[in-house]
């Protein structure tokens, strides 16, 4: 069965890094496109970022452009954002996902305070 799951969140302080991890298994990963998607406390999803099946391509919402990175690595089935920077309105829960195909991690918890 399908098992996306996120790791590397915890507590930073804010201008601080992390780097999250989603390790994939039981679908072709290296034919999906895959996207970082969060949710602060008491407020809907927000799109973070994505990137191709080749990982050649990228996108970025605003808000976090310039400080974090999406990459991946087929050969280990592997997704990863590096987040650089953070500020506190980045607290929430991280998820990775292929949501054209309702693929969806667990979530890792980021939370950005002094």
């Known amino acids: 069965q399908v098992q996306l799951v996120e790791s590397g969140g915890g507590l930073v302080q804010p201008g601080g890094s992390l780097r999250l991890s989603c390790a994939a298994s039981?679908?072709?990963?290296?034919?999906?496109?895959m996207h970082w998607v969060r949710q602060a406390p008491g407020k809907g999803l927000e799109w973070v970022s994505a990137i191709n099946s080749g990982g050649s391509i990228t996108y970025y919402a605003d808000s976090v452009k310039g400080r974090f990175t999406i990459s991946r690595d087929n050969a280990k089935n592997t997704l990863y954002l590096q987040m650089n920077s953070l500020k506190p309105e980045g607290t929430a829960l991280y998820y990775c996902a292929s949501p054209s195909s309702d693929y969806w991690g667990q979530g890792t918890q980021v939370t950005v305070s002094s």
């Open positions: 039981g679908f072709t990963f290296n034919t999906y496109w």
